[in-house]
C-alpha cells in the first residue's frame, strides 16, 4: 500500500540547514506524521528528507515553515539564539521585531551578555497544530518566549479529547462558547476556592475597616443596607463606596514605573501621521510568564511594557490574590471585578461575577430591603442590581451599549453565598431562584434576542449543551465546597 505523504517547506535564513531544526517545528511535522498516518517530507530549500517517529535532530535556527497545501492561520516566530551559548536562547510571538530586539537586549543585559542582531531569525509557524502549540507553552513556561498574546498558549476542553467526546457537544470549534464557557467557569471556581482561605477573608476585613472606615463598612453590610428606606438610599450608599473604590484603585494602562510616562497620554504620532502597525506606538510589548515572586500573588502572566521615553522595561502581573492587588493597587476589569465580588460576599450579600465576552467584567449584588411584602415562603423578593468597580456605575446595565458594544455573551456566574446561607441554601430570608450560570446578554443591551442569535456563531443546541455542562460542574463544586465548611 502507498503511503501518503504532506511536505512542508523550511527557508532557512542565512543559515545551514545541516545545522538541524528547532524541536517546535519537527515535533510540528511528526504529530501531522501520526495524523496522516504516512510521511512527511521536510524540504529545507536546499535539500528534502523524509522523517518518521524515531528522527531526531539538534535544535538550532530556522527562519520559517509553512504547509504547502495551507498558509492560513500563521503566526510570527521570532528567536534570538547566541551559537556560543545554547541557553541564551529567547523567542518572541507575534511581537513587534523593533520591541522584540529590545526586550532580548534587555534580557541578556541581567546576564550581562552582549545583544548582536545577526543572531535573531523569524518564522511563520502554524499555530492550529497543537502539537506545535505544546511546545509554545513549554518556552513559555520556562520564561523563554514572550508573546503578543495568551490565547494561542491557553489549553481548551477542545484542546482534550477525552473531555470533549464526554461533553456531548457535537459542534467543537476551538476558542468557540464551550471551550470559553469552561475558561470562565474555571476561573468562578477557582476565586470560589480562593475565598475558603480565612487570611484572604481576614485582608479584606481589614482593609475595608481601615481604608473605608469602619462605621461606613458597617452601612455596607447585607443586614444593614436591607434595613434602608428604599432601594434609591440602597443605591446611593453604594455609589459612594465604588466612587471611592474606583479613587483607591485606578485603572492601570501602561504607565511607565520608571518615569511615569503613558503612551495614552501621547498623541504626537496621531496628529503628525507617523504611527505605523509595525512602529506599534504603543507601550505594550507582549505577554510572559510570571515570576516566582509573581506566582506567590496567584498572577497567571505577566505584561511586559517599553517606554518610548526612558526605554525602561515596567511589568504589569496580572494578579488573582486579594492581597496582592490591594498590595499592589494596580489593574483593570478583571482584577477589580473580582476584588469587589469578594468584598460583597465578605459584607454578607450575595453576588454574582459577570463576564461580557467583549472584554469586561463587573459584579452584580442581590438587593432588597426589609419593608417589601413577603412571598409565599415567606421571604422576601429581591432583584440583581449591576455594579461596575472601573466605571463607579451602579444600575446602569446600558452603559455598555452606549460605548458602541454589540454584545454577543455576557454569562453571570452564582453560587450561594458561604458567609451567610443557611444550610437549606436559604440566604438571609431572600427569595433566591437564581441559577449557578445564567446567560443575561439581554439585561445589558436593548437589542432582542434575534438580533442576538445573528452575533453568535453556535447553534442554540451547542450554547445549551455546554451551558447545562458546566452548570452541573459548578454545582458540584459549591456542594463540595459546602461539605467542607461544614466539616
Known amino acids: 500500500m502507498r503511503t501518503s505523504a504532506i511536505t512542508y517547506t523550511f527557508l532557512f535564513g542565512g543559515l545551514s540547514p545541516s545545522i538541524g531544526l528547532p524541536r517546535i517545528f519537527w515535533n510540528f511535522a511528526l504529530s501531522q506524521r501520526k495524523s496522516s498516518g504516512g510521511v512527511v517530507r521536510v524540504k529545507t530549500g536546499i535539500s528534502s528528507t523524509t522523517i518518521d517517529a524515531h528522527t531526531t535532530v539538534a535544535p538550532s535556527h530556522i527562519l520559517s515553515v509553512g504547509n504547502e497545501t495551507n498558509t492560513n492561520k500563521t503566526m510570527k516566530l521570532a528567536m534570538y539564539s547566541d551559537p556560543n551559548d545554547p541557553e541564551l536562547t529567547v523567542w518572541g510571538l507575534n511581537v513587534c521585531q523593533s520591541k522584540f530586539c529590545a526586550y532580548v537586549n534587555h534580557t541578556l543585559a541581567s546576564r550581562s551578555a552582549k545583544f548582536q542582531n545577526e543572531y535573531i531569525t523569524t518564522s511563520s509557524i502554524m499555530i492550529e497544530n497543537e502539537g506545535t502549540r505544546g511546545e509554545l507553552r513549554r518556552l513559555w513556561k520556562e520564561g523563554r518566549l514572550i508573546s503578543e498574546r495568551t490565547e494561542p498558549l491557553a489549553t481548551y476542553m477542545s484542546d482534550k479529547d477525552s473531555t470533549v467526546e464526554a461533553s456531548d ?157 490591594i498590595k499592589n493597587r494596580r489593574g483593570r476589569c478583571g482584577e477589580y471585578a473580582m476584588l469587589l465580588f469578594r468584598l460583597l460576599r465578605v459584607l454578607g450579600h450575595e453576588a454574582r461575577w459577570v463576564v461580557d465576552w467583549s472584554d469586561h467584567v463587573w459584579a452584580d449584588v442581590l438587593l432588597s430591603h426589609n419593608d417589601e411584602t413577603l412571598d409565599s415562603n415567606n421571604r422576601r423578593t429581591a432583584r440583581w442590581v449591576h455594579l461596575d468597580p472601573c466605571e463607579a456605575a451602579v444600575d446602569e446595565p446600558l452603559l455598555y451599549q452606549g460605548w458602541g458594544k454589540k454584545q454577543t455573551y455576557i454569562m453571570a456566574f452564582y453560587s450561594p453565598n458561604i458567609f451567610c446561607s443557611n444550610a437549606d441554601g436559604v440566604t438571609n430570608g431572600l427569595s433566591l431562584d437564581s441559577a449557578f450560570i445564567e446567560d443575561v446578554t439581554e439585561m445589558y443591551t436593548s437589542d432582542n434576542i434575534e438580533e442576538i442569535n445573528k452575533r453568535r456563531e453556535e447553534s442554540d443546541e451547542c450554547i445549551h449543551n455546554a451551558l447545562a455542562q458546566q452548570i452541573e460542574r459548578l454545582q458540584q463544586n459549591t456542594t463540595k465546597a459546602a461539605a467542607t465548611t461544614a466539616l
Open 169 to 325: 457537544i457535537s459542534e467543537v470549534k476551538r476558542g468557540g462558547f464551550p471551550d470559553m464557557i469552561s475558561v470562565y467557569n474555571d476561573r468562578m471556581m477557582s476565586i470560589l476556592h480562593s475565598e475558603k482561605e480565612e487570611r484572604d477573608s481576614d485582608v479584606l476585613w481589614r482593609w475595608m475597616n481601615s481604608e473605608y472606615g469602619e462605621e461606613e463598612t458597617k452601612r455596607l453590610q447585607a443586614d444593614v443596607l436591607r434595613s434602608m428606606g428604599s432601594e434609591e438610599e440602597q443605591i446611593s450608599e453604594l455609589k459612594h463606596f465604588l466612587e471611592f473604590f474606583r479613587a483607591r484603585f485606578p485603572y492601570y494602562y501602561d504607565r511607565c514605573s520608571h518615569c511615569g510616562a503613558s503612551a495614552k497620554d501621547d498623541t504626537s504620532h496621531i496628529a503628525d501621521g507617523s504611527s505605523t502597525e509595525e512602529e506599534d506606538e504603543s507601550h505594550f510589548v507582549g505577554y510572559v510568564y510570571p515570576s516566582s515572586t509573581e506566582r506567590e500573588g496567584n498572577a497567571g502572566r505577566t505584561e511586559i511594557y517599553l517606554c518610548k521615553h526612558c526605554h525602561g522595561f515596567t511589568r504589569f502581573p496580572r494578579y488573582n490574590s486579594v492581597a496582592s492587588i
